[in-house]
């Protein structure tokens, strides 16, 4: 069982800056932790992931050079720093735990097993 708190949402002006956490518990090694979001009447889509062990990272072209994720593990922790955001970045996160994640499925959320709650970003213009 692996579980998952997003926290660091917000509300921020178009050109801000916002990191969310996501802290996990229970299984994560070797695991892959993504994010993903979610706007109203849109589809789930994947934001940025990183590989637990490798430190691989994978990004969305619409948020290449903008967000940034990292991990902490001495805290259990991901990140996902969000810099110059647009108003079109408005969404739910959230995170999410997968085990045995190829690379090539990594934007999949079919791929991932556990969920967080989400936490709102909101970016007004």
């Not at 299984?27 to 934001?47: D, L, M």
């Not at 969305?60 to 902490?72: N, P, Y």
């Not at 810099?83 to 735990?97: F, G, H, I, M």
Request: net charge positive; glycine share 10%; charged share 20%.
């Amino acid at each position: 069982q692996v579980q998952l708190v997003e926290s660091g949402g917000g509300l921020v002006q178009a050109g801000g800056s916002l990191r969310l956490s996501c802290a996990a518990s229970g299984r994560t090694h070797q695991s892959t932790i993504g994010w993903f979001r979610q706007a109203p009447g849109k589809e789930r889509e994947f934001v940025a992931a990183i590989r637990w062990a490798a430190r691989t990272t994978v990004y969305a072209d619409s948020v290449k050079g903008r967000f940034t994720i990292s991990r902490d593990n001495a805290e259990n922790t991901v990140y996902l720093q969000m810099n110059s955001l647009k108003p079109d970045d408005t969404a739910v996160y959230y995170c999410a735990e997968g085990s045995r994640i190829i690379l090539s499925n990594i934007r999949n959320h079919a791929a991932y097993d556990y969920w967080g709650q989400g936490t709102q970003v909101t970016v007004s213009s």
